[in-house]
């Protein structure tokens, strides 16, 4: 049994994988620290992809990046796992056993030590209880979800094709996921035509449906009318002022008594943490099951406990549940915990840097703020600048985790896939 310090990240996706990389180099290299990263799954996904992923337009072979390989090359351990229960007296998680795909149990419950834990692991959408929603209603908030409905997707298209009929789907929550789904569908259908032997396409109808009065809420209000205008130049129907009360398998039932039929039903909306947060020895916990925590990223009653990205909710300065607030977030803890630990050095309070935000709409336009609030994209470039940004961050992120060279190797490779595959996904 080692005696060194360990420290056990929960959940490897944008705040995760980051920490255990930084940390992996930084204190499990020179032999300080055992780092130990835990997930449910055994590749990482950068989770601003889901909705390409979903709609067919991202393959995402190239887009995965494993775990094990990561650990190998930074230094840290990597256990697969989803974290069950946390108990704070014994300082013990617990992961739940690993099955193969026939069921077969691979690895049994385990017991994992830790001296220091952060919780990364992310969020979901929030159906709020609305009645036949978990069961009518197709989620994308990973990477089984994504192509769970890349394959009804794709199914559904090929019956509209054969029997020249209209593709209904509708999409509850117009922020940033069901805005930009809605529109990477109108591109999938795009791309797909191309292959479909001159085949007429069928007519896709999408319907975004959003509770409040507008839809991209976290935008200024021009990009929302000019993103309305986008989507129903693309035949997209937006209802804002919509709130759905119940889903069957025909479609939705608004709170006004009025039906939207869709033979796909999508929910994008609302934002709530993984339900095992109430499984985490009575940590504090906000509405939506946010485990919250102090400036310093810790959780209010227990020093040992971090919690960073989605999952965490900062009570003294609420940060909006992004990719940019998880990135900061473990880059501040990756500077942090080093001389907390070494040096009993106190930990400084993290601070959230603004640099706007992005949208893309497909590749039919997109816009992005800047944190003055200053707006770009649109126009007749068809908002290129935005839509480049959006890649960029992708980009970024995967450079961040590769490193350069393998960085640079990887969009070499995306790049080149072109050539070689289609640009949607078609089996
Ligand atoms: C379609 C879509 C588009 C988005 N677009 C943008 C965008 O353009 N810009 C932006 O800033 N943000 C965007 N977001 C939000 C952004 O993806 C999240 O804010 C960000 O991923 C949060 O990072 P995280 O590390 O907290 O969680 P995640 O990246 O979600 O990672 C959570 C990790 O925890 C693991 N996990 C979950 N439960 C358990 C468990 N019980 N046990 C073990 N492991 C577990 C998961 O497998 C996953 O690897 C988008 C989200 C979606 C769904």
Redesign the pocket.
Known sequence: MSQKYRIVI???????LALASRLGDRMGKSGQAEITL????FA??W??M??CFAAGTAQNENDRISFMSQASRHHFEFWP????ALDRGSKTLTLAPVLATDGSEVLGERTVHYDAVVL????RANDFRTPGVAEHCLF???LVEANGFNEKFRMALLRAYADNEELNISIVGGG??GT??AAELHKALDLVSLYSFGQKPPKLKVTLLEAGPRILPAFPESVSEAATKQLEALDVTVQVNAMVSGADEHGFILKDGSRVEASLRVW?AGVKA?D?TTRFGGLTLTRSGQIEVRPTLQTVEDDAIFA????AFISEAPVA??????RQQAHHLARQIPGWITASRPLQPFAFHNKG???ALGSYNGWGTFSGGTVFGGGWLRGLSARLG?LA?YRQHQFEIYGPWRGFVSCVVDWLDNFVRPSVRLD
């Open positions: 929960v959940g490897g996706g944008v705040a995760g835990v997930d449910k799954s990482h996904v989770k601003p889901l909705h796992g989803e974290i069950t990364s692991i992310g969020s994308i908030d990973n940033a996921t930009q789904l994008a993984p095992v960073m990205g989605d999952c549940p992004t990719a940019q607030a998880a935000a992005i949208v959006h961050l």
